[in-house]
C-alpha cells in the first residue's frame, strides 16, 4: 500500500481516540507479529494486547488503552470493526466493466436489464429473466430463464443462477458457484438408480454473501432458502429443500444435507456436516469437522462425530487420550487377580 496515512487519519475514519504520537506515519496493516515500522496491527482482547510490548509495528488499534505501550494506539469499542474500516480505505479500488451491455454479451430479447446494470464480457442472460438496477454481471456469470437478479447484487466471474431462481438485493455471489442445480435425489427401479426431478427454486434473500465454488440446490418442491444476512464461504454445499434462517455463517467445506432447517445466527465450523432432515436452533454453533445427526436445541454448541455437546465431547477427548495407560492398568490389575489363589480366601 503506497499513500501514507496517519494515526490522526485513522483515529478519524473509525472514530477511536488517538492516544500517543498522532503523527507517526504509516503505509500497510500487518498482524502484531509480521507488522513493521510503517504498519498499524491491532489487538481485539488483552491476550493479544500482551504481544504488542514485542511488536515492530508504528502504532496499533487496541479496544483499551494499555499501561506501558511501545507505540501510538486508537483506542476504540470495536476492534474489528475498525480494522474492517481501515482495510475498506487502503483497498485499490476494483475496477468494473461499465455499465450496460458488453457486445460479447448474449441476453434475450424478453430479458429486463436495467439501464444501469453491468453484463459484462461473455455474460448469457436468458429469456425473461430480470436484472435490477446496479446488478453487477461479471464475465462469463450466467442468469437461467425466469431467473431474477435483485438491485446491488453481482455474480463474479463464471457463476450461474439457472432458472426460476430469486437472488434479492445485495447479493453476492462468488467465481464459479451454481445456484439452482437439481439436487442429489433418486430413487431405485429395476436396481438402478433413476433421478428425481426437481420442480423447485431457490430463494436468496437480500444481504446474502456466497463465496467461490459454492453450490445451492434446487428444491424437489418448493424453495431452498436461504435467509437475510447469511455468509456462506467456499466451497459449501447446500443440498435441495434446506432452510437457512438469517444472520449464519457457514464455513468453507460444510455440507447440509437435504430438508435441513437451520435457524437464524447459526455457526458452522470448517468441514462439518449437518445430516438430512434435522433441526439446528438459533444460535447453535458447531466445531470443526463434527458430524450432526440429530436435532440441536437453541444456542447449544456441538462437536464430534456423532455431534454432542461440547462440553461432555471434551471430556470424552480428554479420557480417550488416557485410554493406552488405563488399558495397560486394567492389564495390570487382570494378570494380578489371575495369580492370585482365591482357595486361601476365607
Known amino acids: 500500500m503506497s ?28 498482524s502484531i507479529g509480521d507488522a513493521g515500522p510503517e504498519d498499524v496491527t491491532f489487538a481485539a482482547d488483552a491476550k493479544r494486547a500482551a504481544g504488542l510490548r514485542e511488536s515492530r509495528a508504528g502504532a496499533a488499534i487496541v479496544a483499551e488503552p494499555l499501561d506501558a ?12 470493526a475498525a480494522v474492517a474500516e481501515v482495510l475498506r480505505r487502503l483497498a485499490p479500488p476494483e475496477t468494473l466493466p461499465p455499465a450496460g451491455i458488453d457486445p ?32 453487477v454481471l461479471m464475465a462469463r456469470a450466467v442468469v437461467g430463464a425466469r431467473a431474477v437478479i435483485g438491485p446491488e447484487s453481482r455474480l463474479d466471474a463464471g457463476a450461474v443462477v439457472r432458472h426460476g431462481c430469486v437472488i434479492g438485493t445485495r ?32 430463494e436468496i434473500d437480500d444481504d446474502v454473501e456466497i463465496g467461490a465454488c459454492s453450490c445451492v440446490d434446487r428444491a424437489k418442491f418448493g424453495s431452498t432458502r436461504i435467509g437475510a444476512g447469511t455468509k456462506v464461504d467456499n466451497l459449501v454445499q447446500i443440498a435441495h429443500n434446506v432452510q437457512i434462517g438469517r444472520g449464519c455463517l457457514l464455513t468453507a467445506q460444510v455440507g447440509i444435507a437435504g430438508s435441513a432447517r437451520l435457524g437464524d445466527g447459526v455457526v458452522a465450523g470448517g468441514s462439518s456436516g449437518v445430516r438430512d432432515n434435522i433441526a439446528l436452533g438459533d444460535g447453535v454453533r458447531l466445531a470443526a469437522f463434527c458430524a450432526v445427526a440429530a436435532d440441536v436445541p437453541d444456542g447449544q454448541v456441538v462437536s464430534g462425530i456423532p455431534a454432542i455437546d461440547a462440553r461432555d465431547h ?19 490389575l487382570e494378570t494380578k487377580l489371575n495369580a492370585r489363589d482365591f482357595s486361601e480366601d476365607g
Do not use: C
Open 3 to 30: 499513500e501514507p496515512f496517519t494515526v490522526r487519519q485513522i483515529a478519524e475514519w473509525v472514530g477511536g481516540r488517538a492516544v500517543g504520537d498522532a503523527g507517526v506515519t504509516l503505509r500497510g496493516v500487518a
Open 69 to 80: 505501550a511501545a507505540m501510538p494506539l486508537v483506542q476504540v469499542d470495536d476492534v474489528q
Open 104 to 135: 460479447t454479451a448474449s441476453v434475450a430479447e424478453d430479458a429486463d436489464v436495467a439501464a444501469d446494470a453491468i453484463v459484462g464480457p461473455g455474460v448469457v442472460v436468458a429469456p425473461g429473466a430480470t436484472i435490477g438496477a446496479g446488478a
Open 171 to 202: 447479493v453476492r455471489i462468488g467465481s464459479n458457484s451454481v445456484i439452482g442445480s437439481e439436487g442429489y435425489g433418486y430413487y431405485v427401479a429395476d436396481r438402478a438408480p433413476r433421478r428425481v426431478p426437481h420442480a423447485g427454486n431457490v
Open 314 to 332: 471434551r471430556r470424552i477427548v480428554a479420557a480417550w487420550n488416557k485410554l493406552p495407560e488405563l488399558v495397560k492398568r486394567v492389564r495390570q
